[in-house]
T-cell receptor, first 114, second 110 residues
Framework: KAGVTQTPRYLIKTRGQQVTLSCSPISGHRSVSWYQQTPGQGLQFLFE???????NKGNFPGRFSGRQFSNSRSEMNVSTLELGDSALYLC?????????????FGEGSRLTVL | QKEVEQDPGPLSVPEGAIVSLNCTYSNSAFQYFMWYRQYSRKGPELLMYTYSSGNKEDGRFTAQVDKSSKYISLFIRDSQPSDSATYLCATLGGGNKLTFGTGTQLKVEL
């Protein structure tokens, strides 16, 4: 069974640019969540999508957005990049329904903003 | 104050030692508690989850939750070099929103 796939794995952008990250969940999983991981703040919740609807949102500015497609694949977008957006962005999928916190994470997209 | 506090370590122990990893949390409404393990350059993977207070054992790993003191623990018996990783405690909010501790870096030395 294939795991969660994230693309691209690494990318470098400059301040002011925008970036789109992609996530393909495990087959059959309907919930996709996004997290930002930095050395200082650790893992922080960005948002969760279920059946193409945002179900939950963390405390990030509006520059961070996401969407989910009918096949459960998800994208997140960060506009007007800032240096502080440099981080590992992790996508996680789950079957949903039981809400036990059993998330399956991808290996992440490492974003460097110069 | 962060909702979940965790000592970042690093923690270094000899092979075979018993490891104790701990977190505290502030929101008494939390009911689900998880431990994730993250190897370098990998995404976190779920080790164990517990519901409410009590203990849960899985092989060499035991998770313990004390809701009265808002304390979460993970014990690793007979630690192995392959256990060297960052361990993240987490609590579950609405939906699948997890609030993580900052992680404790563990190194098990031969």
């Amino acid at each position: 069974k294939a795991g969660v796939t994230q693309t691209p794995r690494y990318l470098i952008k400059t301040r002011g640019q925008q970036v789109t990250l992609s996530c393909s969940p495990i087959s059959g999983h309907r919930s996709v969540s996004w997290y930002q991981q930095t050395p200082g703040q650790g893992l922080q919740f960005l948002f969760e999508y279920f059946s193409e609807t945002q179900r939950n949102k963390g405390n990030f500015p509006g520059r961070f957005s996401g969407r989910q497609f009918s096949n459960s694949r998800s994208e997140m977008n960060v506009s007007t990049l800032e240096l502080g957006d440099s981080a590992l962005y992790l996508c996680a999928s789950s079957l949903d329904g039981d809400h036990t916190g059993e998330l399956f994470f991808g290996e992440g997209s490492r974003l460097t903003v110069l | 104050q962060k909702e979940v506090e965790q000592d970042p370590g690093p923690l270094s122990v000899p092979e075979g030692a018993i490891v104790s990893l701990n977190c505290t949390y502030s929101n008494s409404a939390f009911q689900y508690f998880m431990w994730y393990r993250q190897y370098s350059r990998k995404g976190p993977e779920l080790l164990m989850y517990t519901y409410s207070s009590g203990n849960k054992e899985d092989g060499r790993f035991t998770a313990q939750v004390d809701k009265s003191s808002k304390y979460i623990s993970l014990f690793i018996r007979d630690s192995q070099p392959s256990d060297s990783a960052t361990y993240l405690c987490a609590t579950l909010g609405g939906g699948n929103k997890l609030t993580f501790g900052t992680g404790t870096q563990l190194k098990v030395e031969l």
